[in-house]
């Protein structure tokens, strides 16, 4: 039970960490781009932080004013790129009308597999792929900063 409980209370101060680690590298980033850390761009940041998955803007919008905040849809739309500029999330999912975002986690390099008709979305991990584009890169000396794979279709559902 002990041990439960250490566990519990370690995960939470990695939690608390990180969380504080993340927003000092964006207020910094924020600093070096000229812009100012806003209560605004602060709760886009903290609502951004504790989202699951996949999400969108307008998702991020509504849970926000759902909470009593007024912060507008512009306001969350321009916070999102620099959420992406600065490393703490990534922009993917790009063949809809409308941008989907997720968290980094280096340690969960995945891709997406996307359902043109229900919108389902499915990750996958492939080591295979990973080592062709390590060999690609090495190949043609590239240095890469963002490789996404999305494979669109229909799931077995749609089909």
Partial sequence: MRAVILRLILNFLK??????KTKSQFQNFLKQQGLKWTPERERV??????????FEAEELAYRLRKKGSRISKATVYRTLPLLVRTGLI??????????????????????HLICLK?????????ESLTKIERKV???????????????????RECR
């Avoid at 951004?48 to 996949?54: Q, R």
């Avoid at 229900?118 to 492939?126: P, Q």
């Fill in 90 to 111: 990534k922009d993917v999912i790009h063949g809809e009308k409308h941008q989907h975002y997720e968290h980094i986690h280096e340690e969960n390099l995945h891709d």
């Fill in 118 to 126: 229900c919108g389902k979305i499915v990750e996958f991990e492939e």
């Fill in 45 to 54: 940041f903290q609502e951004a932080s504790v989202m699951e998955g996949h």
């Fill in 15 to 20: 939690i608390v960490s990180m969380a504080l």
């Fill in 137 to 155: 890169c090495a190949k043609y000396q590239f240095q890469p900063q963002k490789i996404l794979i999305e494979i669109f279709g229909c799931c």
